[in-house]
């Protein structure tokens, strides 16, 4: 049975994965950057090995994020259909989920382009 209280749980993880993900993209180009720079000053094989490392592991946290972000989505929209079809169709909570709901799926519409 979907609540309110449970719309609004889900809404919060929703804007908290978006903010993740724009945090690792962020660090990705931070550290493409950093390793650009310490390529072009020559330094040392193996610190530069683990600058790539970290690099790596940023990156692949994009991927996971956005799986996440993608399950926190179907999640949201499943507990606002429930809250719908149970006549609670208004409410500052139920409008900040449509909100959300948009806000995220416009964001997947400009990354796929």
Avoid: W
Avoid at 70 to 79: C, G, N, Q, V
């Amino acid at each position: 049975m979907a609540t309110v209280r449970n719309l609004k749980i889900k809404t919060g993880t929703c804007k908290r994965v978006v903010k993740e993900l724009h945090s690792y993209e962020k660090e990705v180009e931070r550290e493409a950057a950093k390793t650009a720079e310490m390529k072009e000053k020559g330094a040392d094989p193996y610190d530069l090995k683990q600058q790539e490392n970290v690099l790596a592991e940023s990156r692949m946290m994009i991927p996971d994020c956005r799986k996440r972000l993608e399950a926190s989505l179907a999640d949201l929209k499943a507990t606002l259909a429930e809250l719908e079809e149970a006549n609670q169709k208004e409410g500052i909570e139920i409008e900040e989920a449509r909100s959300t709901i948009a806000d995220v799926e416009r964001f997947f519409q400009s990354t796929e382009a």
